[in-house]
């Protein structure tokens, strides 16, 4: 007996559904997340920008660190009490610094996390050096970029700082700095593909929305002050 067409598109159709992977059955989810997810899941980071062993060293004055292995790109959180002035720098393995510097000649106490290896001038370093002046410990953790926290709809912080953070359809986020004097303020989105540079520019106080194209990656802080970011 022959089945008119619609019929077996219909039945083609219910046992394609029936075959289909659910959420419940443990299979991957295609679907994007939801541009108001905390931020990209740390496993995701790992995947694409791959993991080392954690590395802490405690030092004082001038010290050349060896990097972990596998560590081409990461984070760097560095602690740094004191008086005096401490910078943080990649270098190359000729020991020549690369790229800009992770912390730019700061006033002490400092206290914050960096990145190193998404920009091109900076990846695949080999050391990190770190310079005090300050006669008081240092201390430094290395740790791969899925190590980063995950960006709050609304995030309060002061200094330099790094988060997961995604983004499915392009929106406006507010910015909001306060520092004690005039100093750079920075907040780069860094995407699978591309970068985008949200603020950039010395300033004493700030409140502005910036528009944000969709992306799945990290925020990049850098700050001599207390910001704000709402999203």
Do not use: C
Not at 215 to 224: A, E, I, K, T
Request: aromatic residues 6%.
């Amino acid at each position: 007996m022959r089945r008119p067409l619609t019929v077996l598109v219909a039945a083609a159709a219910a046992l394609t559904i029936a075959l289909a992977p659910t959420a419940a059955s443990g299979a991957p989810s295609s679907s994007a997340p939801s541009s108001a997810s905390p931020g990209v899941s740390a496993g995701d980071l790992k995947l694409r920008w791959g993991t080392f062993s954690t590395k802490k060293v405690t030092g004082k004055g001038t010290k050349v660190i060896k990097l972990p292995k596998g560590a081409k790109r990461g984070l760097v959180t560095l602690t740094a009490g004191g008086k005096g002035k401490v910078s943080v720098q990649v270098l190359k393995k000729n020991r020549k610094p690369q790229g800009k510097a992770l912390v730019a000649t700061q006033a002490l106490p400092y206290k914050g996390t960096t990145l190193f290896g998404l920009d091109l001038e900076q990846y695949d370093p080999t050391y990190l050096k770190v310079t005090s002046t300050s006669t008081k410990k240092w201390k430094v953790t290395i740790q791969p970029l899925h190590k980063a926290k995950a960006l709050k709809k609304t995030h309060k912080g002061s200094g330099d700082a790094v988060l997961r953070a995604s983004l499915t359809v392009p929106k406006s986020w507010s910015l909001s700095y306060k520092a004690k004097a005039k100093s750079r303020f920075a907040v780069r989105a860094f995407g699978l593909t591309y970068t985008q540079d949200l603020f950039d520019k010395k300033t004493k106080k700030l409140s502005k929305k910036v528009r944000v194209s969709s992306f799945s990656g990290l925020v990049s802080v850098r700050s001599q002050g207390d910001w704000k970011i709402k999203r």
